[in-house]
């Protein structure tokens, strides 16, 4: 299934990039936006291994609590139906994380930086006025994370990321659209560092819903 979903992030990517190529001419200074978003986030669960210099010392279990999504990002319509963009996003939220060998706990956070390329595939507007536009697309980019518990700071080198998003956008004038949205985003899974020659392997994987506000020029 994660190789089914990268594969249909990189197709509409591969899709948008060739349409856009096609109709080049649609491009103009009057399509180019920046756009503001945020909402909840809902990282997963994951198990994994704790080595130190190699020799496993505890088997942590981490349980994401809901946290928290900010990101911004500037794009260009290449055609009518069709814009790609550059983003960046931060996503935080607290965890339990619990042996699973000895059964002790403590509490700490995950936060990650994304810099994503998107594609998004604007449908037909819809009602009386074709004001509510759906959306869908896919992105690709790279990603860095930090887990950070009981004093101690893991640091991920950086992973290559993907996600899909559904949405829909509510133009307010022609300058000015709302815009709300869910996204798949995970990384690959990598390797975090910490002190003393500790680590693990992990990935980060998020579902989020956010609102956000688009501004064309």
């Not at 948008?16 to 109709?23: I, L, P, Q």
């Not at 496993?56 to 319509?77: E, K, M, N, R, W």
């Not at 992973?159 to 829909?168: D, E, P, R, T």
Request: no cysteine.
């Amino acid at each position: 299934m994660k190789h089914g979903l990268l594969a249909a992030a990189a197709a509409i990517t591969a899709l948008a990039g060739g349409s856009g190529m096609a109709s080049a001419q649609a491009l103009s200074l009057e399509e180019f936006y920046i756009k503001g978003f945020g909402g909840a986030t809902w990282p997963s669960n994951f198990d994994t291994t704790l080595e130190e210099d190699g020799t496993q010392i505890a088997l942590p279990s981490f349980d994401h609590d809901t946290g928290y999504t900010l990101g911004v990002a500037v794009g260009a319509a290449v055609t009518p139906r069709i814009s790609m963009e550059i983003e960046y996003a931060y996503r935080k939220a607290d965890f339990t994380v619990r042996d699973r060998d000895e059964g002790d706990q403590t509490d700490g956070d995950t936060s990650a930086n994304a810099i994503m390329f998107n594609a998004l595939y604007m449908f037909d507007g819809m009602g009386a006025s074709g004001a509510v536009q759906p959306y869908l697309g896919g992105g690709i980019g790279g990603a860095k994370a930090e887990m950070s518990a009981g004093g101690q700071d893991f640091d991920s080198e950086t992973l290559f990321a993907y996600q899909l998003i559904g949405g829909v956008s509510y133009t307010l004038d022609p300058g000015r659209s709302l815009y709300a949205e869910a996204r798949w985003f995970q990384t690959e899974s990598g390797e975090f560092e910490g002190p003393d020659q500790e680590s693990f392997d992990g990935e980060f994987e998020t579902f989020d819903l956010l609102v956000g506000m688009r501004f064309a020029f």
